[in-house]
């Protein structure tokens, strides 16, 4: 087959990885697409359009390029062996511009144009264009391939090109107006060269040394730059190597990461490491000045990032990219928020301000691996070049919605969060009483700590340290700890046998095979990691970590949901570890093994006397010291122990159990069993709010025809404990939805609700759920001053929303309070809320 491009952005190369494409070129896969949707009618309109458009290229299977001009051959042909037309599906029945504006209408059109309109059927081989390394043309051969790079005609291992031949074919296929456009045009012409991240250094100089700063190049002189550029490159690259090998033909390829340093690669932490295992595999003793040239032009090429992360941003890029090989500002946003704890460690609003920092550079062609820049201008929000310099903003009134974000470009943005990361764990690890750049396991464990993960333990990063390949040692440096910490928290702190269980776990509540968890299911999971969370716990946590009542969860958000509510939980106690002593400890005391229940408490757990005092017991006793990393150790015994226990007990913690058996005991007739009356009873006092909801009194009056599995009409105690483990999950699963259906009932945002559930934990400090009216009355008097008809007023208020059966507010009642006292302007406490967020917020 014959492929025929035309135009200034002419059919050019199949690329399937970031960093190998210009902005506006397709990847295979999506052109295959295009080419079963696009009818005839749009093909002949961008025939149309390139008429006027210069030289053409034509490139035929066997790798040759040659040309042609004018209007006579402007018709890109679609063509075998005979010339003949090769015909477009049947199924192309609808223009696609059709109904569109004049100004959609065209932009679509240019997109068009850019694409590379080859064959109609996909091969495998296709798809892998770049995405397992370069070619030449005969391998592409050798190995079926029906469509070409054009990277792959200057990559003849035995007859290449010189750099000026491969620039004089790129000049014609990207110039506009016989010109390259010093900035993001001439970025572009370098990306088509393999060179994604020109240092703006060396470019600079050439630019400025042989054109004194002009704007635009023609093809001479753009050629002369890639020379000169080119040149300059390898003559740095040829003396250091020179200069760190002693004048001699190979070095040891243990200096290798030192001559990278050397040539001012930015190496990501692991690189190093990699770099050694592959050398290791190759038998690589020593290298030579081509293969270090090599060495490096690789690195480069993925943005100095580590093998695995290069790979791991690649494929995020391809499951996100847009028709035309580009994805927009809030995907680039979600690409590089791939784990919230770690990149905290970046700073404030790390991922807006590297978002449009990248955006700024690439608008005007400053995509290099030169950090200084990058970071002066993250820290001062300056648009600066790569020597610190200040420079004019390089596009007016830059508006970040409408930018579109290459491939290279992503990897480059990706590669400076972790240069920023790096920067904020050096100051993470001096502030755990780090005073270099190594550290031993116990510190890297409060380092970890910091960055949120407050139930790591010594195990698990010993775990890491097998999976990162590094040898046991006394103290590790911060190519490793940052290694290890990055690996650590890509697995969201999870062990192999802890994603195993987690695994299994979401396919138990997977019922219907979806692959998805709905919201409702939140509470019964958590139940079933061993925590004993009330009704509000979980709710909260919902809300913390941006659920709706919609939410669909599926195996790798179950998991960072997993994790958040092990961080989350911690906390509070974390804090107490802080500060000394125990939240409302009037002698502010120590911390003894004897407030072990009241921890394990404020971490969600119901646990009972007899458990508290066997692990008090086994301590040594009540009044010796505790600190956090013991504690740790035995709450992640305690949750293991409950596990066991809920699934000895039919699905209940030994609490529930007990609580079961002393309703069961109340409401049992002479025979030791509960009748349907007495249970119907008691449900209607355990679980009040059911009479006023028809859909759940309906379920469960249903549950309690199963749990009557005999069909006898009576409960004996294992009937008895499985209805009450299914009725608190369908009462937990409503209360989950009903909360988070109310906010937006109520018209509150996500920042109110957290705001206001601030308050209420300041006198809910159990996170029970539940506060009374001499609570309320404190939270009030902490926001209003109230006199004797203030309080009356508020009681009187209170007595209408909280439930007559308590005498206390939940959660929900407590918004549903709030709105009731906002929406009267009660007190004025409108305006006093307001003076309170601004000041908040301030």
Known sequence: RTYTAFGDNQVLPDVGRPGSAPEGMYTQKSRHVMMQEMSMSAVETQYDKAKKRGPMVTMDAEGTAYGGSGPSTARARFADESDEELELPDNLERDPMEGMGPRRRNTLADKLLKARLAVSKTTTMQKKVLGAGRKTVTQWQSEGAESLPLGCLFEEEEDTPPMRVRAEVVFGFHAHNSEVIVGKHLAEAFLLLDIPYPDEEILADALQRKFQGRNSLDREDFVSVVVAYQDTVATQLEKVFRQISGYVDNIDSNKVVNLLEEAGVPLMPGVKQELALQLSAEQKDKVNFHEFKNIYEDIISRASLTVGEHGRISDLFEATEDWDGTIGAEDLSRILSWNEAFVSVAGENAIQRIVEITARRAASGRLSLNFRGWMAEYKNQKSLDGFGAEVAEPVENLD?????????????????????????????????????????????????????????????????????????????????????????????????????DLTDLFRKFDDDGSGTLEASEVGPVIRWLGYQPTQYRVYSFAEDVGLNENSAIDLIQFRKMVSNYYRLSLRRVKEAFKQGYLPGSEDKRRIVVGDLGQLLTMVGYEITHAEVTKVIDSLGGPDDPLDFLTFKKLEIN??????????????????????????????????????????????????????????????????????????????????????MNRVTEVMDRDSLVKGLMLRKQLGYTSAEVKHFKELYQMSDEDMSGYIDFEELCKLFLMILPLDGEGIRELSARFRQVCSMETGELDFWEFLTFMRSVQRDNWRNITGVLGRRTALRNS
């Open 400 to 500: 970040l919605d409408s930018v579109r974000f290459t491939g290279s470009a992503v990897l480059v943005a990706a590669r400076f969060l972790h240069y920023c990361i790096a920067d904020g764990l050096v100051a993470t690890m001096q502030k755990v009483g780090s005073k270099g750049k190594s550290m031993s396991l116990q510190k890297i464990l409060a380092v970890v700590e910091e960055v949120g993960f407050l139930g790591a333990t010594v195990e698990s990063l010993e775990h890491f340290i097998g999976v990162c390949r590094f040898e046991p040692q006394r103290v590790y440096d911060f190519d490793q700890i940052y290694t290890l910490i990055f690996r650590f928290c890509n697995a969201d702190g999870f062990t192999d046998s802890e994603e195993k």
């Open 638 to 723: 305690h949750r293991k122990h409950v596990r066991k226990t809920m699934e000895e007990n039919g699905g209940v913690s030994n609490a529930e159990y007990n609580k079961y058996q002393s309703y069961f005991h109340h409401n049992k007739d002479g025979e030791g069993h509960i009748t349907q009356k007495a249970m119907r009873n008691l449900l209607g006092k355990l679980f009040p709010s059911n009479s006023l909801d028809r859909s759940r009194h309906v379920r469960i009056a249903q549950l309690v025809k199963e749990a009557d599995v005999d069909g006898n009409k009576v409960f004996d105690f294992e009937e008895f404990v499985w209805l």
